[in-house]
């Protein structure tokens, strides 16, 4: 099949007002959240249902050509970038919550529904959806799927795994299956935890069941300041050594506390070299003693300050500075490169001492924001990409930050996925045979590689060269004057 006899099919499956051909338009869709990589795609195709994916998968499998899941595009590692000619399917139009079961808690939606719309739809009933995202004002559960992503709730409420009960998704032949159950036991292999987090290689995602969680009774938002990034360290993994569990524990170091305080006066110490923002929920009266743990804890590392929010409105300014951190680094460097690896906690300070040392190496500058209480890194090279050659610097001072990641136990990815970013550095991570295994599972799945091809595994045929960069300097200085 041609490529115009292939447009023409693809318009009549799912409407000549939702597929886009124009250069110009393909134009919007040529990368994700991690734009040093691009690709064009032949085609963007807007399906608004099962059946319509259904009718886009058969045909790219017909005709060869690439097939590129994407929900919002706010994608870190370049999962959702296109294969060059490819097609993009975008899930703007499957934006529905199908259903609500409060007494099961339960919500049936669309992959395109937005993470935080599901939350705020459900919340007057007593239930919240858990996963919550840096992004999540604007991710969508399909894509959090595809990424297995976290967020800073994840310490005590699991990743995304965790909280989807069953889903459809549309294979390589074209055929629709459910994987998962209704209910809380599913018979059989575990078939919906072999699809998530696959990245958009295995199959397309068209819908979901997914957990809610319970309101918590009470709410305690704490501030923790350190002169030293090491003491912060030790803290957290002591808070978990003393049994207590916050639902979330973030750090900040002092670039970032730099930066938002720059751009949001979210109320950080700007003498602090770091900073634990540290939240209980539950019981009122069994949150108390743990917060005289926490605080105690903090004490004995050198804490400088410590404070508990006395309002929702604080609490919330205390969030928004985590929340929207990533957008405020345009307020310090003309680009930053966001990086996701995870280390065990006990490895906390070595490990971003190393980074330090890194970044030294090449003459660039790392800051940190991240999941602190499961180890969870967000280091971010700091660079101008106006300075030739300092973007291809930047890249691989992060591939050297991953490796640090690595030789300190931990692994490449925490929640942002392998996708283009890290894909070279899987060999560092796995063996031959491992990878091997994996290569085979995916293949079974889609024996023609009609599915996400040059994502996750290192050589193949698809290949996505780097970019020029301005562009990724463009987001960081965009996003900071979004956040503000």
């Not at 074209?174 to 998962?180: I, N, P, Q």
């Amino acid at each position: 099949m041609d490529q115009a006899t292939l447009i023409q099919k693809l318009t009549a499956a799912v409407g000549e007002d939702y597929i886009h051909t124009d250069p110009v338009a393909l134009r919007a869709y040529d990368c994700d959240a991690l734009t040093i990589y691009k690709g064009q795609p032949s085609a963007v195709v807007l399906p608004g249902s099962t059946e319509e994916v259904q009718r886009v998968v058969r045909l790219c499998r017909e005709a060869g050509v690439p097939l590129i899941p994407r929900g919002a595009g706010t994608c870190l590692s370049g999962g959702a970038t296109p294969a060059p000619g490819g097609v993009l399917a975008v899930f703007v139009r499957m934006n529905r919550i199908l259903e609500i079961d409060c007494e099961n808690r339960l919500a049936r939606v669309q992959p395109g529904v937005v993470n935080l719309h599901l939350t705020r739809e459900v919340l007057p009933r007593g239930l919240h959806y858990a996963p919550d995202p840096s992004s999540q004002m604007a991710c969508t559960i399909g894509g959090n799927a595809a990424e297995n992503s976290g967020g800073a709730h994840c310490l005590k409420y699991g990743m995304t795994t965790n909280h989807i009960q069953e889903m459809t998704v549309v294979l390589a032949s074209g055929d629709a299956v459910r994987l998962g159950a209704d209910g809380d036991e599913a018979p059989g292999l575990d078939l919906r935890g072999f699809f998530i987090g696959s990245e958009g290689t295995f199959a397309v995602i068209t819908e979901l069941t997914v957990r809610l969680t319970p309101n918590p009774e009470g709410v305690r938002t704490m501030l923790a300041c350190f002169k030293e990034v090491g003491d912060a360290c030790r803290t957290v993994s002591e808070v978990i050594a003393a049994g207590a569990v916050p639902a979330a524990m973030e750090l900040m170091d002092r670039y970032t506390i730099e930066a938002i305080e720059k751009v949001m006066q979210a109320g950080y110490p700007r003498d602090a070299g770091a900073v634990l923002l540290l939240e209980l929920d539950g019981l009122p009266a069994s949150m108390r003693p743990l917060e005289k743990l926490i605080q105690d804890i903090c004490a004995r590392n050198r804490c400088s300050s410590f404070r508990v929010a006395q309002s929702e409105a604080e609490r919330e300014s205390l969030w928004m500075g985590r929340k929207k951190a990533f957008g405020a680094f345009g307020a310090i460097a003309p680009a930053y490169y966001c990086l996701d690896g995870t280390v065990p906690r006990s490895k906390l300070a070595v490990v971003l001492a190393e980074f330090d040392q890194i970044a030294a190496r090449y003459g660039l500058r790392i800051t940190n924001v991240f999941h602190a209480g499961d180890g969870s890194l967000h280091p971010n090279v700091l660079f101008d990409d106006r300075v030739p050659g300092e973007t291809a610097r930047a890249v691989e001072c992060g591939a050297e930050v991953l490796r640090a990641c690595i030789r300190a136990g931990g692994v490449l990815s925490g929640e942002h996925g392998i996708g283009i970013e890290k894909k070279r550095e899987m060999r560092d991570q796995f063996d031959a045979a491992t990878l091997g295994i994996m290569e085979r599972v995916r293949d079974a799945v889609d024996p023609e590689g009609i599915f996400n091809p040059g994502k996750i595994f290192p050589g193949g045929e698809v290949e996505f060269p780097l970019a020029g960069a301005a562009q990724l300097g463009g987001v960081a200085r965009m996003s900071a004057a979004f956040s503000k």
